[in-house]
């Protein structure tokens, strides 16, 4: 399976922006539906954005539909999240999640792989 670790989480204010980043080890990154999901305090995990294996297509939870944007780089097997016009309900841990072969989901079930998460908090 893949290992996965985010980084670029912090402190924004609102408005501002962030690109969260998704490192994957191992040979079969391609092979890998990629996605975002996060996780505010005393709240269920929720999906936020997936994208193909080879990067043509996306899909976008409506809350964070245009102002989100994932991306990926099978060359460097990493995976981006370019949050823009970020507001305090984007607060929340955002974890990087991995499907083999399939689509992945929008719920948190059947994901391969999980990062540690990194923390987005964004002060009003």
């Known amino acids: 399976q893949v290992q996965l670790v985010e980084s670029g989480g912090g402190l924004v204010q609102v408005g501002g922006s962030l690109r969260l980043s998704c490192a994957a080890s191992?040979?079969?990154?391609?092979?890998?539906?990629m996605g975002w999901f996060r996780q505010a305090p005393g709240k269920e995990r929720e999906f936020v954005a997936r994208?193909?294996?080879?990067?043509?297509?996306?899909y976008y939870a409506n809350s964070v539909k245009g102002r989100f944007t994932i991306s990926r780089d099978n060359a460097k097997n990493m995976v981006y999240l370019q949050m823009n016009s970020l507001k305090p309900e984007d607060t929340a841990v955002y974890y990087c999640?991995?499907?083999?072969?399939?689509?992945?989901?929008?719920?948190?079930?059947?994901?391969?792989?999980w990062g540690k998460g990194t923390l987005v908090t964004v002060s009003s």
């Open positions: 999640a991995a499907r083999m072969g399939v689509v992945m989901p929008t719920r948190p079930n059947g994901i391969d792989s």
């Open positions: 191992g040979r079969t990154f391609s092979s890998y539906y």
């Open positions: 994208i193909s294996w080879d990067g043509g297509n996306t």
